[in-house]
């Protein structure tokens, strides 16, 4: 043997290796994310001993113009069977859904109340065939300084009860729950839209009513709760996570809030 031959068999079977390792490749790619199986996801009965439905609405809880809900009739009908539908307010009017993964879409309305927002649950037929639903609104039934008759704390917390035992009773298949999330209750302009005194208060316990008026639910229910992560240490929305106006989230806001959604539809997907 020579310091030659020896060098071209070393070569040879490192090739070798390669050549072994590169036969171990499956052929055709890798494969790309499957969309859910559609489910019926309202297929369950309104309790309309509790509540009537379609729920009533106060004086001034006009229709918001932020969307015409025909376009979300129309979205809905391209939809495949499987989609993710994530419905809300403006929080989710503005959230960029791929943030939360594929097979996303959504459908908010900036300025809705609750019941408007479970009045709308069925246009477009998307929940009878969705691979998930994501609830994610709540504080426009809060807010009655801006936009409805005025009631109580307790009686605002009571009907936000009540609303989502009426919901969850007709729910089936699989659902994430997002709470309600945090304002920055510090006074911003000299606009009162932005005075958000005591709310945190309001929504702690809007989501604790909420979890239980869920616990008996016949669907697949897993709640997205990231308040740990978007407040400050006085408990308020941090302001690098929202726009300037103490509700509305900015882009490090929503990586939280749709990171939190993203782990909890991973659960009811699983």
């Given at each position: ?111 809705e109340s609750l019941r408007r927002c479970f009045n709308r649950l069925g246009r477009g037929g998307l929940i009878h065939r969705a691979g998930a639903v994501v609830l ?62 005591g709310f945190n208060a309001q929504i702690d316990s809007a989501n604790q009513r909420i979890h239980t008026a869920w616990a008996s639910s016949p669907a697949r229910v ?49």
């Amino acid at each position: 043997m020579t310091a030659l031959g020896d060098a071209i068999r070393a070569t040879a079977t490192s090739l070798n290796t390669i050549a072994t390792a590169v036969d171990a490749i499956p052929t055709g790619g890798g494969s790309g994310p499957v969309i859910p199986t559609g489910v019926d996801c309202f297929a369950g009965a309104w309790p309309t001993q509790i509540l009537p439905f379609p729920i009533g609405y106060a004086p001034n809880d006009t229709v918001p113009t932020a969307v015409d809900l025909s376009y979300y009739d129309r979205k809905m009908a391209h939809c495949s069977n499987g989609t993710i539908m994530v419905i809300g307010d403006s929080q989710v009017q503005d959230m960029v859904g791929w943030k939360i993964g594929p097979f996303i879409e959504t459908f908010g309305v900036g300025g809705e109340s609750l019941r408007r927002c479970f009045n709308r649950l069925g246009r477009g037929g998307l929940i009878h065939r969705a691979g998930a639903v994501v609830l994610a609104t709540g504080v426009n039934e809060l807010a009655n300084f801006a936009y409805y008759n005025a009631y109580t704390v307790e009686q605002k917390l009571n009907n936000i009860a009540m609303l989502h035992q009426c919901l969850a009773a007709q729910a089936t298949g699989k659902w994430v729950i997002r709470d309600i999330l945090p304002v920055d209750e510090v006074p911003l302009t000299a606009n009162v839209s932005s005075h958000y005194a005591g709310f945190n208060a309001q929504i702690d316990s809007a989501n604790q009513r909420i979890h239980t008026a869920w616990a008996s639910s016949p669907a697949r229910v897993e709640f997205a709760s990231p308040k740990a992560l978007m407040v400050d240490s006085a408990g308020n929305l941090a302001d690098a996570n929202h726009i300037g106006d103490g509700m509305h989230l900015s882009g490090g806001g929503e990586d939280i809030e749709c990171a939190s959604i993203k782990a909890a539809l991973s659960l009811v997907l699983a």
